[in-house]
């Protein structure tokens, strides 16, 4: 129940106490909303007292050995960026060396000596360890070691990796590593003589201040030049060897018990220990560092977060310096809030890479749906007593409102949302999530400004830093809407978002709208518009239709997809303040400016009391098989997307394609498709753009073949035969639109709409070979049938043909539209 736990320590820090031992909780609430998780223990980088553990963690031996290569694995990559650090420090040595006999020295010889006192030992104790523990880890080496102890023995690839590892042992080598730390002892002596010459000499000499300013080092598996300051390389010995620690309990604690490296390990994590609890009485190291050009450190942003690491997802407070990231969890010590230390990377050479979650399993999903049930319950109750008198009913109101608020907190850490994954050069990466897109967005624009004015700076006291989170803090309490108590400026009902078009794009690109609101978790708060075809000026005419409870605020974001490009690129975004006395009934049309692209779209809100929300999950309909008037129902438009996206894709890079629409594309790939559009929209449209281009046109085929009523109604099917003998064509004419008209709206716009584009198509027939006939020939039979089978097929045929091709010929075709006329009250910019 550490969740739980959580939440009720939030609670707690905030002046809420929890709920007592004598106040029933309702158990049915707890089993839905907060199951059992194992508690993730985060060790500080700066934690020096001996953490032996009573045993190994449970995992299968298998489990253990496949994580404790991959802790060797950190180990090396750890070394070797460690030692190119060290050699980057002793770059300058011999140079500062010979200018200590001319008669303009940099430094002194003394100041030399003291200056890179023990650091060549320092790195040849490491680069001696780091060349024994390479030499162990490579694999042929190791198959031949179990070769030669087992010879004859002929075993399956992964029987022989089992066994690899298994007999693979580096104990030795660290028992070895640990008995020479003693070298450690003279440079941290020594660390803060070192340390105020090279700030003195900074200060006097400009030649030195260059110097130490700008100590470049690769860093990182891609070898990446890094830039360094001299001090922040001074501290690095001292950092590593505060990690030493941490680095052998993770190794010994995935180490099977009947390894020949435990007991070896569980040695020198204790020697290592000790050692590190005689440097911690003596060292005089935790001293206020100063970063690059003098600044201290700054706080520039924190905010609530859910940390995602193995043992699930948990809320947790992230803080922005100026040079580092740090992960904070909230607690409380009796009253008092504190901060506990869980991780932090440093920004320098941080990478970000961004991405919306994929949706839960449908169990998760049911899940989610019955606590967002319990929490509008809950909220019904909540407001029920406090209408109600006092006394023994504020205790009740109490509780309601504590039980509330761990709903919301639980749903905060665990509905899906977006992702930002954070990878150091180190080889360190941390996962968290954020509430919306705006919010990433504004994380992610601040981080990457940071990290480009950053360089290498010392590493902070961990501890002291996060103990000065309470007083550096500017947001006090997670993003929880149910403790705002000013209700009468929140709107309640219905808001209903229709998201136009755009323009201002630099560059063609396929883009989208996110459309987010605040309020209470009782029903989805973000929608999107559907993936726009790739152009400068994206239409999408959709209506995006919300249930809101508490609403204050609208958020916009606009994302491109640029061509060849995985990466989806925020290029901008705007808030709305949702007044309610200054709400409208009416559509009013708005210009939002969101970056470099302006973005219309109108709003309307209709108050009304809002019904409970479903508990059945939310799960995409299908749109192959299904009445077209359906789709475009759910879809709140004329034009249904399937229709409009194949459309846009086939004009995109089709219309020079020889026999497009007549040669068929592969089978598989139009199936694909087919489930994709049923299922998942936005991976359909994806697929769109990389499948071949005949099965973006076999795919609209299907669907229209598929529908369980023809676009043209069979009904009218006698009506337009009738028509087509009329033999004066001007009559003839005047008399297939007028039935085109008396069309249902869906019908009608969708058939106008598919006939503009297969006369762009048939413009163009000197490369693609289709021409008006050709192309009324493929699709008369797919749009048009007769009521009952006919006994003469060839002229059921020709009809379907002919009333498509008439169409295709009209001169006056009227327009479509892609959706319903808004009753627009007013425009504004």
Not at 318 to 327: G, K, N
Not at 521 to 547: G, I, N
Not at 648 to 674: F, N
Request: hydrophobic letters at 35%.
């Amino acid at each position: 129940m550490e969740l739980y736990t959580e939440s009720v320590d939030y609670l707690k820090a905030h002046g809420i106490s929890s709920v007592t031992d004598d106040e029933t909780v309702d158990s049915d609430l707890l089993q839905d909303v907060f199951p059992e998780e194992t508690e993730w223990v985060s060790h500080s980088p700066l934690q020096t007292e001996p953490c032996l553990p009573s045993t190994p963690t449970a995992d299968s031996p298998d489990d253990l050995l496949q994580k404790r290569m991959v802790v060797l694995k950190g180990v090396l990559t750890s070394e070797e960026i460690y030692l190119s650090e060290l050699e980057t420090l002793l770059t300058p040595m011999r140079a500062l060396r010979a200018t200590a006999g001319t008669s303009q020295p940099v430094l002194s010889t003394d100041q030399v000596q003291t200056v890179f006192y023990q650091v060549p030992e320092l790195r040849d104790l490491h680069k001696d360890f780091y060349t024994s523990l390479r030499t162990r880890l490579q694999p042929d080496k190791v198959t031949d070691r179990q070769a030669q102890q087992d010879p004859g023995r002929e075993e399956g690839p992964d029987l022989q990796l089992y066994q690899a590892e298994h007999y693979l042992s580096v104990g030795d080598l660290f028992l070895k590593f640990v008995n020479q730390l003693g070298v450690y002892r003279g440079f941290i002596d020594n660390y803060e003589n070192a340390v105020e010459i090279v700030l003195k000499c900074m200060q006097s000499d400009q030649r030195f201040r260059t110097l130490a300013e700008s100590m470049m080092s690769s860093k990182g598996s891609d070898h990446v030049k890094t830039k360094y300051t001299f001090e922040a390389l001074l501290y690095k010995p001292l950092d590593r060897v505060m990690k030493t620690t941490l680095v052998l309990h993770d190794l010994w604690k995935h180490t099977p018990p009947d390894h020949p490296d435990s007991i070896t390990l569980q040695e020198a994590l204790r020697l290592t220990s000790s050692f590190l609890s005689g440097v911690n009485e003596r060292s005089q190291c935790k001293r206020a560092v100063m970063l690059s050009r003098g600044e201290r450190r700054q706080l520039l942003r924190d905010g609530f977060v859910v940390d995602v690491c193995e043992s699930g997802h948990n809320l947790r407070h992230l803080f922005l310096y100026a040079d580092m990231l740090l992960c904070a969890k909230l607690t409380s010590a009796g009253r008092q809030a504190q901060y506990r230390f869980c991780w932090y990377l440093p920004l320098v050479g941080l990478k970000l890479h961004w991405a919306a979650e994929h949706l839960p399993s449908s169990d998760y999903q049911m899940k989610i749906s019955k606590t967002r049930a319990k929490m509008y319950q809950l909220k019904q109750a909540l407001q029920q007593h406090m209408k109600g008198g006092k006394g023994s009913v504020s205790r009740a109101v109490d509780r309601l409102r504590r039980k509330f608020e761990e709903c919301e907190i639980w749903l905060l850490t665990n509905t899906p949302s977006f992702t930002l994954d954070l990878h150091s050069t180190s080889g360190k990466s941390h996962t968290v999530r954020l509430f919306s897109l705006c919010d990433l967005n504004e994380w992610k624009e601040a981080i990457e400004k940071q990290s480009g004015n950053c360089m290498e700076t010392v590493p902070p006291d961990l501890l002291s830093v996060t103990g000065s989170c309470i007083k550096l803090r500017m947001t006090q309490q997670p993003p929880l809407h149910c403790v705002r108590s000013n209700e009468s400026t929140h709107i309640c009902g219905s808001l209903y978002v229709m998201v136009q078009s755009a323009c201002g794009l630099q560059q063609p690109s396929s883009a989208y709208v996110c459309v987010e609101v605040d309020g209470f978790e009782f029903y989805d708060r973000r929608k999107q518009t559907c993936l726009s075809a790739f152009c400068v000026t994206p239409q999408w005419d959709e209506e995006l239709v919300f249930q809101v409870d508490g609403a204050q605020q609208l958020f916009l974001v606009f994302v491109s997809q640029y061509e060849n490009d995985t990466q989806d690129d925020i290029v901008g975004r705007a808030v709305l303040n949702l007044d309610p006395d200054n709400m409208f009934k009416k559509w009013k049309k708005v210009t939002c400016s969101l970056g470099q692209v302006d973005v219309t779209l109108s709003i309307k809100y209709v108050p009304h009391p809002l019904e409970p929300p479903s508990t059945t999950p939310l799960v995409q309909e299908p749109v192959f098989c299904v009445p077209i008037g359906q789709v475009a129902m759910q879809e709140s438009v004329l034009v249904p997307h399937i229709v409009r996206s194949c459309v846009e894709e086939v004009e995109r890079r089709g219309m020079t394609e020889e026999g497009i629409y007549r040669i068929s594309g592969a089978s598989s790939e139009i199936q694909a498709l087919k489930h994709a559009f049923n299922t998942n929209y936005r991976e359909a449209v994806s697929k769109l753009r990389s499948v071949d281009v005949n099965a973006v046109s076999g795919t609209l085929k299907l669907y229209f073949r598929e529908l369980p009523l023809t676009l043209i109604p069979s009904e009218r099917f006698k009506e337009l035969s009738e028509a087509l003998d009329i033999a004066d064509p001007y009559l003839r004419a005047d008399s297939m639109l007028s039935l085109l008209q008396a069309l249902p709206d869906v019908n009608r716009n969708t058939l106008l709409f598919l006939l503009h584009h297969l006369r762009r198509v048939a413009a163009r027939k000197e490369e693609n070979k289709m021409s008006l006939s050709n192309l009324a020939t493929v699709f008369g039979p797919s749009l048009l049938r007769p009521p009952v089978a006919r006994v003469d097929i060839s002229q059921e045929v020709e009809v379907q043909v002919q009333v498509i091709f008439l169409y295709l010929q009209c001169q006056n075709l009227p327009e479509a539209l892609l959706t319903k006329h808004l009753d627009i009250d007013e425009l504004e910019t």
